[in-house]
Structure formats: C-alpha cells, structure tokens
C-alpha cells in the first residue's frame, strides 16, 4: 500500500516538475494561462493514466496523484499574490480532473480500448473547450474590478524628475501601472501598456504612468535604463513603495485607475497574455471619458 501511494505521488510529482519547468523556461507557456492550464491538465492525466491500475477508485487514486500539483500552486500564489487565489484553485481542480480520467481512462481500455479512447478524447475536447473559450472569459472576469472610491492623496516622482500627485491636478484619468525590473510578469506587461498610452497620448484628458514600486534593488536610474534597453516608450515615474500599499497593491504587476474626480474607478491584478488586457482597459478608459461627457 505504502509502495502504491509512492509511486502515485511520484507520478504526480514528475507532472508537476515537468509543467513548472516548462513555465520557467519557456516565456509563450509562462505569460499564457491557457498553456500552463492546458499543460497541467495533459500532464496530470498521462500521470493518472500511468498509475491508472485496479485497487483504489478512480477518484481516489486521481485525488493523489495530483497531490503534488499543490506546489505548483505555491508557485502561482507568490508569483501572483493572495489576491489571485482563484487562479490556483482553478488550476488545481484542473489538474485533479486530469489525473482522475487518466485513471479512469486506463482502467475502461482494461476490458474495452474503444471506450477507454472515447473517454480520454471526450476528456481532451473538454480541456481543448475550457482553455480556449471558458478560460480568457474567467481570467478577464477575475482581473478586473470596478469599484468607485475615493483615492487616497499621492505624490510621486517622474523619473524625470518632476512631482506626481494624485488626485491629478488638471483632472486627467490616471493609469497607474505599477511595475519592477525584477519582475518577469511585468516584463511582459509593459509593452502592453506603453500600446495602452500610444493610444491615448493624444488626448489630454488621459495620462498613463508606468510606476516602478522601488521594492528591493530598485532605483530611478535602474528603472530608466531598464525602460531605455527595451525601446519602452511610456510616461515613468518611481515610488518609494507607499504609494502602492496606499493603493492596496502587494503584488505585481498591478494596475489602478483613477478618474478626473479623484475616485478609484478600476484594479487589475496580474499578468495573462489570454486577457488581452490592453484592449479592456481601453474600453474601460473610454467609458470612464464617457461619464465626463
């Protein structure tokens, strides 16, 4: 019994390593939840599939063998904060049911191959269907969120020197995208809002600040040639971190937007390339340019 559960743990446990790894290694299967969700759905069903003998049911066994998952979500939670926790949730009940059809999979073809080939299509038409279509619906949904609040006073400084102060003075919206140089989700992010300001940089009623938090071995200096390397073009400033907890940011990246009144209006949490963030947050700002009408 001991050597069975294992065995089943060691199963789940190569799954794992080999969905994190390519995470790491791979920035398409690490900046895009529908790879690493579709990964980890095919990895713990061959990993179920492998371990699929007769003894306890399938359930069970499905349960264990994905056991090992739980330190891939360790991995998101940092990466993503504790305000994310629906993300690792998802993947995890993801993952669980990979590895409890690779059991069920594997003891069905026992006695009839073709059901058994017919329950692990059905199962990779399902995932196919849940990372390509419900997937980017849940994510959007999870990242966004409208509220209207006042926000509190903040200044910081441009790195170019100049003082930042929210509310903004001319009444302007405000993006505020709160980034690090050490922070590869936000790596990806910033491209994505220097499009966000292209768009809008015409129109003085809007302003998009890239805001380096200043966490850890951060510097004006480091922040400028950092966005000077990779050809970024975007208003910058740096903080000394207050203005972002002031914001109820503790995780990166992070995005808040403040309307002409002062008033928090929209947060975004985290990074996923499925999103197509740049595209929402446009129509968010071009509602909020709307209100002012």
Do not use: K
């Not at 994505?192 to 009623?205: G, L, S």
């Amino acid at each position: 019994m001991r050597t069975s559960l294992g065995f089943d743990l060691l199963a789940g446990a190569a799954a794992i390593v080999a969905v994190v790894g390519t995470a790491i290694t791979s920035q398409f299967v690490g900046s895009d939840l529908r790879a690493l969700f579709g990964m980890s759905g095919m990895a713990f069903f061959l990993a179920g599939l492998a371990r699929g003998r007769a003894g306890a049911p399938a359930w069970r066994r499905g349960l264990i063998v994905s056991l090992p998952g739980l330190l891939g979500d360790v991995a998101l939670i940092v990466n993503n904060g504790l305000g994310r926790l629906d993300i690792p949730v998802a993947i995890t009940l993801t993952s669980i049911a990979g590895a409890v059809a690779g059991v069920a999979t594997r003891r069905l073809a026992t006695d009839h191959r073709l059901r058994g080939l017919g329950l692990s299509l059905a199962f990779a038409l399902a995932l196919g269907s849940w990372v390509a279509l419900g997937l980017p619906w849940f994510l959007a949904q999870m990242s966004f969120h409208r509220e209207t609040r006042p926000a509190p006073a903040l200044v910081f400084t441009s790195l170019d020197g100049a003082a930042v102060r929210i509310p903004d003075p001319q009444r302007r919206i405000v993006v505020l995208a709160f980034w690090t140089t050490w922070c590869m989700p936000c790596r990806w992010e910033l491209p994505e809002i220097a499009r966000v300001h292209q768009r809008f940089a015409a129109d003085p009623r809007v302003v998009v600040w890239a805001v380096d938090v200043g966490w850890g071995p951060e510097s004006p200096r480091r922040a400028r040639s950092f966005l000077a390397r990779r050809g970024l073009v975007v208003p910058a400033a740096f903080d000394s971190g207050f203005s972002a907890q002031a914001l109820g940011v503790h995780a990166l990246p992070a995005i808040v937007v403040v309307d002409g009144s002062g008033r928090l209006r929209l947060t975004h949490a985290g990074y996923d390339r499925s999103e197509d963030m740049p595209r929402r947050l446009a129509a968010a700002i071009a509602g909020l340019l709307g209100e002012s009408r």
